[in-house]
């Protein structure tokens, strides 16, 4: 396995330019000049608000300074509320090669977007420049997800993903599974996995913190097609997406846009704190997805039921399909076919041990299906979050 | 697996999980009893593995998923109709949160 070397030592898997708008007003010019740059590799990531936030701002720093990225244009509108600057310096500091247009100051969209064009030329040639080193499995960072789920989500996708964990974090890679809120019910057997009581005890916090934020919401994370597919309660479906954290210890508990140092198994808390703010702690699947990749995740292993088609912008996104019914149906946008657990023609392990493989080839540079197809989502909106507390973190240097 | 239809998770279950859609009317064999199924059963929906009293916990991958609001028959379809959440209502497209 080879990666691209960055000046701050991390190794990406792809070698990716991004342009970041900052407020809605700049997404057009933004758009523009991602859609007439040439080729796959100048992508388009963004953030809507006016008014600044402290975790949109985190969370553009990981991604803008993530292993899988070269280089990165800033578009600003030049009022909005966003600390440009902080974004700039940041990336700066990381060693990528980065610019910031502000187009109240270059004349307006047709200039912004010729001067866009050229930088991201410019870009192309920093990021072709890239040092191609050997890269091992202790230095990759690998997310799952689920979206769509459904009753066969449990029995297939996530215990095999779950299994592919625990090849992965075998071989000292960081592996991160997520969504407090779907791990509602799971709260005790996942403390026991801890590493010391104080973290169990954090992990414990944490699903309490979700489910009453959920409560709040008058929703849980929990979505009709759930209902259709078969899973009858919240507590049905956590316990179906926990099989995909596998068994290994837990290493820690962190939240969006921390970056685990050593290899093992981390929870993500995505739910934000204090009381309700700015809406549902994940509005959609995607948000989930770019902040396990803030959080350095060079691939996402996304397990669905019913069928999702997303991809997402700097980092891969691996479909493992648990349903039969739904691998047939959407077959070219399904990188793994799960379906054969349910349907008794494989094991959870052999299904587990396809997704390892597949894993080491998209590492190695094999574009996975949502990647082919050009699926690039991506959503960042407002949040609130403190720090992680001492405990969550126990072996961290 | 029970048999081409139903998988048995965990062997403390009381649901079985259907892994291959069954119509309402056609008899299956489970753990040696036949019964008859009363509604279409399609895959990743549970059925009762065996009579299920109101307030008993639903009991799926060997833990508890919720409990039954009613009382379950040998066979039954299992789903949001006669079972609920200990923690957080779930929701359908037409239906808010706890309606």
Known sequence: MKGFLRADGRKGI???????????????????????SPGDNVQLIGFPG???????????????????????????????????EQLQKTIKESGRAVDTLVI????????????????VKELLITAEAAEIVPMEMDELVVGT?????????????????????????AQDAVCIFEETGELIGCEHIMAERAITPELGEEIMKSVEKAEHYYTQMGYGSFAPGN??????????????????????PIHGLIKPGDIPSQGGLYLMDVVPDGNPMFGFPNIVDSAEIVEMIASGCHIILFTTGRGSVVGSAISPVIKVCANPETYENLSDDMDINAGKVINGESTVAQVG??????????????PSKSEALGHQEFVLTYKKFEAIGPSCLPTAR | ????????????????????????????????????MTVDITVGH??????????????????????????????????????????????????????
């Not at chain 1, 070698?15 to 758009?31: K, M, P, S």
């Not at chain 1, 989500?153 to 299994?163: E, L, Q, R, Y």
């Not at chain 2, 081409?4 to 009317?25: E, I, M, P, T, W």
Request: hydrophobic share 35%; with cysteine; charged share 20%.
């Open chain 1, 14 to 36: 792809r070698n990716v330019v991004l342009v970041t708008y900052l407020v809605e007003c700049a997404h057009h010019v933004a758009r523009v000049i991602v859609n007439d």
């Open chain 1, 353 to 366: 041990d396809e997704i390892y493989q597949l894993v080491s080839q998209v590492a190695a540079g094999e």
């Open chain 1, 227 to 248: 209902a259709e597919g078969g899973l009858s309660t919240q507590e049905e479906k956590s316990m179906g997406a926990y099989a995909k954290s596998g068994s290994s």
């Open chain 2, 46 to 99: 549970k059925i009762a593995r065996k009579a299920i009293s109101k307030g008993t916990k639903i009991i799926k991958y060997g833990v508890s998923i919720g409990s039954a609001v009613e009382d379950i028959a040998f066979g039954e379809h299992i789903h949001m109709h006669n079972m609920k959440s200990d923690y957080i209502a779930s929701h359908t497209r037409q239906n808010r949160a706890g309606e």
């Open chain 1, 145 to 169: 997800i689920c979206g769509g789920s459904d009753g066969t989500s449990g029995i297939g996708a996530n215990p095999a993903v779950g299994h592919c964990f625990d090849k992965l974090i």
């Open chain 1, 50 to 84: 006016c008014y600044p936030n402290e975790y949109s701002l985190k969370i553009m720093e990981g991604l803008c300074t993530h292993p899988n990225v070269a280089g990165v244009l800033i578009v600003s509108l030049g009022c909005e509320g966003f600390n440009r």
């Open chain 1, 104 to 119: 109240q100051k270059s004349g307006g969209t047709k200039k912004t977007i010729e001067a866009g064009l050229d930088r």
């Open chain 2, 1 to 36: 697996m029970i048999n081409k239809h139903f998988v048995l998770l965990n062997k403390a279950d009381n649901v079985f999980v259907c892994c291959r859609q069954l119509f309402s009317g056609e008899s299956i064999k489970l753990e040696e009893v036949d019964v008859e």
